[in-house]
């Protein structure tokens, strides 16, 4: 167990719909990222948090949005939800940038 | 940005036998590289990691590689034993302020009894 958790386990919904995946950091981590992993991308860094702040920004669609709030706990949020956005979703969190320590993951399935 | 490439994509070794997995990544201000183990279904987890500042760090059976030069990292695993099978993963990122940590595309690892 490495700490950091995500809610929900899982997830199923339907195109055009609206989610928000839940992440709360290892105790004393002020970062949080957030990751995509589907079958045929591996895992793709989304966006960084740091201490509430945007610090980084990856392959992050402009459907999707993410905060992170003052008790530190981040939300992802997807949007207009296409078929193809069916993945794993990871919070990750470490105390600056490294190392990270990844949640047990949300799986989004979209039909 | 960065792109990180991983071979193989599949390896199979016998018990007690060695792996090698390789890793090159295209950003020379890239100074953080760790590799993760995950099984199916399960999160990533950390095994090792190695800054630029060393060209060799050993944990146990594991051991990483870093030549900044040729901007090539590989993980080795001796003595494998079938537990060690998962998909692994190798990342690099320039950390501190801008930390877009790339993945590889990850090598599934077996190792038969």
New interface residues.
């Given amino acids: 167990d490495?700490g950091v958790t995500q809610t929900p386990k899982h997830l199923i919904t339907a195109t055009g719909q609206r989610v928000t995946l839940r992440c709360s950091p290892r105790s004393g981590d002020l970062?949080v990222?957030w990751y995509q992993q589907s079958l045929d991308q591996?895992?793709?860094?989304l966006i960084?948090y740091y201490n509430g702040e945007e610090?980084?920004?990856?392959n992050i669609l402009e459907r999707f949005s993410a905060q992170q709030f003052p008790d530190l706990h981040s939300e992802l949020n997807l949007s207009s939800l296409e078929l193809g956005d069916s993945a794993l979703y990871?919070c990750a969190s470490s105390v600056?940038?490294?190392?990270?320590?990844?949640?047990?993951?949300t799986r989004l399935t979209v039909l | 940005g960065e792109n990180v490439e991983q071979h193989p994509s599949t390896l199979s070794v016998q018990e007690g036998d060695s792996a090698v997995i390789k890793c090159t990544y295209s950003d020379s201000a890239s100074n953080?590289f760790?590799w993760?183990k995950q099984e199916l279904g399960?999160?990533?987890?950390?095994i090792i990691?190695i800054r630029s500042n060393v060209g060799e760090k050993k944990d146990q059976r594991i051991a990483v590689t870093l030549n900044k030069t040729a901007k090539h990292f590989s993980l080795h695993i001796t003595e494998t034993q079938p537990e060690d099978s998962a998909v692994y993963?190798c990342?690099a990122?320039r950390?501190?302020?801008?930390?877009?940590?790339?993945?590889?595309?990850?090598t599934r690892l077996t190792v038969k009894p």
């Fill in positions: 490495s970062s990222y591996g895992l793709q860094f960084q610090r980084a920004k990856g990871f600056h940038d490294y190392p990270q320590y990844f949640g047990p993951g | 953080y760790p993760y399960k999160r990533p987890q950390l990691d993963f990342a990122s950390g501190y302020n801008n930390n877009d940590m790339r993945f590889g595309a990850g």
